[in-house]
């Protein structure tokens, strides 16, 4: 069930424009974007969404820079939307639970999808309960119908995907949810790097992933998921 209100509420539109913001400055600062790369959306209520603009560093956006669409695509507010809305408005088609997608291009994730490599969440606790099973989603051109098709198959199961040859998307019940997913994700993925060069990977055993999955599964159910970028709290 979606946490988002069916009617505009302009503190909150205003409260959302600052963290979309926030998780955009953090996303570049840890290096997890660079230049223009990536995308970052949330929604505004039942019917909007509020989007990245095209073509803009995501480290030196301010509020008014933001994008107001439909679920459709349609710009309601602002200039050019990100490219990559056609994958934001296919997760939030399939996914009523979402209410945020970020698409970014963490280098050694980035690295496991260019290799087609990926990355098991059962070795590590924090991944199995913060990120669940990552999708490896086979290439399809950014900005294209596409890439949206290509997500079909996992969008339902899944909150972690690896673009084949692109980059990584998660999702959230909030944008910190989906936030801290992207930055769980790349941190996975440089301990199984450093796992492959020491030797050899080892997972977790199967009643420890049984029992973190089972109380992964008992947090979806019952919470919000609304962690913002600094802090817990519902949205």
């Known amino acids: 069930m979606s946490s988002c209100p069916a009617t505009h509420d302009p503190e909150r539109e ?12 953090l996303l570049y600062e840890r290096g997890l974007v660079a230049g223009q790369d990536g995308n970052v959306s949330v929604r505004l209520g039942d019917d909007r969404l509020l989007v990245t603009p095209a073509g803009r560093a995501k480290g030196s956006l301010a509020p008014e820079d933001l994008v107001v669409t439909t679920l459709n695509g349609d710009v309601i507010l602002g200039g050019r939307a990100s490219s990559e809305i056609r994958m934001h408005l296919a997760l939030y088609a399939r996914r009523p639970d979402v209410a945020a997608v970020v698409h970014a291009h963490p280098p050694v994730a980035t690295g496991f999808a260019v290799a087609g490599i990926e990355i098991d969440p059962d070795v590590l606790p924090e991944t199995i309960f913060q990120v669940g099973d990552v999708a490896l ?48 994700l790349e941190h ?40 913002g970028p600094h802090r817990g709290g519902s949205e």
Not at 14 to 25: D, G, I, Q
């Open 14 to 25: 205003a409260r959302l424009r600052h963290e979309l913001v926030e998780v955009c400055r």
């Open 137 to 184: 989603v086979p290439f399809a051109m950014p900005g294209t119908d596409a890439l949206p098709r290509s997500l079909e198959p996992f969008a339902a199961t899944h909150d972690a995907f690896l673009l084949s040859n692109h980059g990584a998307t998660t999702v959230g019940r909030s944008l910190g949810e989906a936030h801290l997913r992207m930055e769980s």
């Open 188 to 227: 996975a993925a440089r301990i199984l790097l450093a796992a492959r060069q020491l030797g050899s990977v080892r997972p977790l055993d199967a009643e420890s992933v049984r029992a973190l999955r089972a109380a992964r599964a008992a947090v979806r159910d019952t919470s919000e998921g609304g962690l």
